[in-house]
T-cell receptor, first 114, second 115 residues
């Protein structure tokens, strides 16, 4: 069975600090996809990034970066120089090759204080 | 921008009443997912469909919940009879099932309160 664990329930940082959100996954598939979604206070779920299991290159997009390590089954998300607008619940998710069996982790609530 | 549309956005009902939530997936998306979000349980997968056929509804309480896709433009989630513990936000999401293109797009959710 597929499973996603986000051990950090809540994190608080002060603006401009860097913060890393952890994600550990379990799957028996050899081909799979990992995702991060953001849920701001307004409630909608916003897609941030997708990685496939064959691409372990780290990715950077502005202040966001993602570290995928197959050896430890982790897909961690770092926000550099955090801002108040980054305050949200962040979900890590896992799907099979065809986008089925799409499972989410419990989420990490990030609060960025001014 | 293509959107997943969910109705109603908010619903308050009394215990025992039937509740139907509707979802219009993005045109061309052939997978549809229903999730329930509560503070205690996070995002729970209730059911998902591929090409309108239910592939997995093991996350759904079968005695009171049912999910269907009458056609490619409509997915429904029905609760009968509703109970206070069903109070939650229900999300619908759709996506293509092509490998490498499987990003789910979520609707805005239906917030259900059962009194």
């Amino acid at each position: 069975a597929q499973k996603v664990t986000q051990a950090q329930t809540e994190i608080s940082v002060v603006e401009k600090e860097d913060v890393t959100l952890d994600c550990v996954y379990e799957t028996r598939d050899t081909t799979y996809y990992l995702f991060w979604y953001k849920q701001p206070p307004s409630g909608e779920l916003v897609f941030l990034i997708r990685r496939n299991s064959f691409d372990e290159q780290n990715e950077i997009s502005g202040r966001y970066s993602w570290n995928f390590q197959k050896s430890t089954s982790s897909f961690n998300f770092t926000i550099t120089a955090s801002q108040v607008v980054d305050s949200a619940v962040y979900f890590c998710a896992l799907s099979d090759n065809y986008g089925q069996n799409f499972v989410f982790g419990p989420g990490t609530r990030l609060s960025v204080l001014p | 921008d293509a959107r997943v549309t969910q109705t109603p956005r908010h619903k308050v009902t009394e215990m025992g009443q039937e509740v139907t939530m509707r979802c219009q997936p993005i045109l061309g998306h052939n997978t549809v997912f229903w999730y329930r979000q509560t503070m205690m349980q996070g995002l729970e997968l209730l059911a998902y469909f591929r090409n309108r056929a239910p592939l997995d509804d093991s996350g759904m309480p079968k005695d009171r919940f049912s999910a269907e896709m009458p056609d490619a433009t409509l997915a429904t989630l029905k609760i009968q009879p509703s109970e206070p513990r069903d109070s939650a936000v229900y999300f619908c999401a759709s996506g293509p099932d092509r490998p490498g293109a499987n990003v789910l797009t979520f609707g805005a959710g239906s917030r259900l309160t059962v009194l």
